[in-house]
């Protein structure tokens, strides 16, 4: 929210109407009062012209100063009600949601161990690319989410960027070796097919890194809800 002074509130067009009341409120005053008061405010019009105008541009400055302290009250008053906003309980069903999260995909489990420490863009053993797709079959099962919405777009950011992983591996490893045990991009590629080589290792490298910060980031917003300490003490 930007902070707009005063004198930008009010246009040049009003200031100098403003100043043209003073001189001729001046002026008539030199009517209506004693002739020794009116022969000493002659003398000296300009210097009361100036004092009446510095005393407006004072007015000026303390509604300049009232009207910034409100917008800073206001903001500081929508950054409370965001924070506050922030402190509220976590629902049952946030509570049991998570739970089912960190059940299925919690930091230690080995397909995530695998995806952080041991990720490689052209091969995968198969056992953790299948525990990461029944992960996002699981989830994407559940159609209704989180209650609160800034922790459901985070965790939405993560079921799809999870999808998009296993998308990506699906399309351009083939499985490999006795009893199919592992995914790879086909060798060959390198000598006949290097552009389309290039394009699954990138692909593959982008969508493993945008799971990964979106799992971090959900992870982060889960614990700033006061999920992680509700279900370590349930």
Avoid: C
Avoid at 7 to 20: C, D, H, Q, Y
Avoid at 29 to 50: E, G, Q
Avoid at 117 to 124: Q, S
Wanted: proline share 3%; aromatic share 10%.
């Amino acid at each position: 929210m930007s902070t707009q002074s005063a004198t930008e509130r009010i246009s040049g067009s009003v200031l100098v109407l403003i100043a043209g009341l003073i001189a001729d409120l001046s002026a008539t005053a030199l009517f209506l009062l004693s002739p020794d008061t009116r022969a000493w405010l002659k003398s000296n019009y300009f210097l009361v012209s100036l004092t009446t105008l510095a005393l407006f541009a004072a007015i000026v400055g303390l509604l300049n100063a009232t009207i910034s302290q409100r917008e800073k009250i206001s903001q500081l008053r929508h950054q409370l009600e965001h924070f506050t906003s922030k402190l509220t309980d976590p629902t049952a069903h946030d509570i049991e949601m998570f739970k089912a999260v960190n059940d299925h995909a919690s930091p230690q489990k080995s397909f995530l161990v695998w995806l952080r420490e041991g990720f490689l863009v052209t091969r995968a053993h198969t056992e953790g690319f299948r525990d990461l797709e029944r992960m996002v079959e699981f989830f994407e099962r559940e159609p209704r989410g989180f209650d609160d919405e800034e922790l459901n777009a985070n965790y939405r950011r993560f079921i799809e960027a999870a999808r998009e992983l296993v998308d990506k591996m699906a399309d351009h490893m083939w499985y490999e070796g006795e009893n199919l045990v592992r995914l790879e991009i086909p060798r060959e590629w390198e000598y006949s097919q290097p552009e389309r080589l290039e394009q699954a290792m990138r692909e593959i490298s982008e969508a493993h890194d945008s799971l990964m910060t979106s799992y971090d980031a959900f992870f982060v917003a889960a614990q700033q809800k006061g999920l992680s300490s509700v279900i370590s003490s349930s």
